[in-house]
């Protein structure tokens, strides 16, 4: 049996996002240790996320993302590295300061030096050119603000185009930012010396639709979407308000984030987050042509559950012995297709009442639960095992 795979993710305050969660629980999901390390910080602390997106501006807008756990301490990380199988740097304006941070130049250049595959994300290859990781014509890309850099620090630029492509050269896997996240797992995978086994008789390209409408929850609908594809899922997105290449907003729920003083608050707030895309047109969408559904939540199954095909959709999946998988709010589209009556049930506070009402025979408080083809988690902070269970129902395993 091969040994556990283990990676390390350098984290920092305001690094990206989704170049965070991406990676973290799309490795977990296939039963990869990621520890989270920053510089300063100690395990159980947390750093600020930012969202990096275009807003129709012509730089990117950053806002407030999600509080990111840290589980390592970086001083043991950095003593001794070849325990870790790769290395993964979020992008975001921390890597400005570490790039100047000599332990963390050392541990980059100490990676390089295995030759162990190295994650480079929009901005996080200044860290390589400063460890002196891209001399000798290194072919790199990055956010188009670094090209001089990459080309400074004697790499060979490759333009990001399309904004999907992972470039590899070697151990140093690099992208433009986390529009390449399918990419980056995959040439991750294949650098570790991974396969992606699919049952026998399954046949391969399993193909997942996401259902989103405004305001979805960002994690619930990206890390699924982006894991999948990286494992080779065909994945699309469809929204019955929305055209092929129109765009929903995502929400931000966060329970991490601090009252203001002297408050009490139970509720998350709500903030925006990064736009999805939507990959199919709704008038072209039906359960024929997938193997699986996947509803996520926030607020965007309240629009959802209003529209009779997106319900009858869901219906037809089940039907017709196809996945069904939710999470959080999601599960308010499920009970109105009558879906989880007699089904065991992973929902949180705000929808135990719903999951019950809907004839749920059991309910979870958190994790994900399996019954039958039906998978549904109670939060996105249980996004490793949802995606881990949806894997297992589709028939795809990773092996070493």
């Not at 012509?58 to 390592?72: C, S, V």
């Not at 870790?84 to 250049?109: C, M, W």
């Not at 030759?115 to 290194?138: E, F, I, K, M, Y």
Request: with cysteine.
């Amino acid at each position: 049996m091969a040994a556990p795979r283990k990676v390390l993710m350098l984290c920092g305050d305001y690094m990206e996002d989704y170049e965070a969660a991406v990676p973290l629980y799309a490795l977990a999901a296939l039963g990869i240790t990621v520890d989270c390390a920053a510089p300063g910080k100690s395990p159980g602390d947390s750093c600020l996320t930012a969202v990096h997106d275009f807003l129709g501006f012509e730089l990117y807008t950053e806002l407030t993302g999600h509080r990111f756990t840290i589980t390592a301490d970086f001083a043991a990380a950095s003593a001794d590295p070849s325990c870790y199988d790769a290395l993964v740097i979020p992008g975001g304006r921390f890597t400005e300061q570490l790039s100047a941070d000599a332990a963390v130049v050392d541990l980059v250049a100490a990676f390089a030096a295995l030759r162990r595959p190295l994650v480079l994300t929009c901005h996080s290859q200044l860290l390589l050119a400063a460890a002196g990781g891209l001399s000798g014509g290194v072919r790199c890309t990055a956010f188009f603000s670094l090209r001089h850099v990459v080309e400074m620090a004697g790499g060979t630029w490759v333009d990001p185009e399309p904004f999907g492509l992972c470039v590899a050269d070697g151990h140093v896997l690099s992208a433009i930012g986390w529009p390449a996240h399918a990419q980056i797992v995959a040439k991750l995978l294949h650098a570790m010396g991974a396969r992606v086994v699919v049952d026998a008789g399954r046949g391969g390209g399993q193909r997942v639709l996401v259902l989103c409408a405004d305001y979805v929850d960002d994690y619930e609908a990206n890390v699924p979407f982006r894991a999948l594809a990286g494992v080779g899922c065909h994945v699309e997105s469809a929204c019955p308000t929305k055209r092929k290449g129109e765009s929903v907003v995502t929400a931000i729920y966060d329970a991490g984030a601090p009252a203001p003083p002297g408050a009490t608050v139970t509720v998350s707030e709500e903030r925006r987050g990064h736009n999805f895309v939507v990959t199919a047109d709704w008038a072209d969408t039906s359960a024929d042509d997938y193997d699986c559904v996947v509803v996520p939540g926030g607020r965007a199954p309240e629009l959802l559950v209003t529209h009779d095909r997106a319900v009858a959709l869901v219906k037809e999946f089940a039907d017709k012995g196809k996945v069904v998988a939710s999470i959080g709010q999601g599960h308010l589209l499920l009970a109105a297709a009558g879906l989880l009556r007699g089904k065991k049930c992973a929902s949180g506070v705000p929808m135990r009442v719903v999951s019950r009402l809907a004839g749920a025979e059991a309910v979870e408080a958190e994790g994900a639960v399996v019954d039958g083809k039906l998978v549904t988690a109670a939060s996105w902070m249980d996004l490793a095992q949802f995606v881990a269970r949806v894997l297992d129902l589709l028939g795809i395993s990773v092996s070493f």
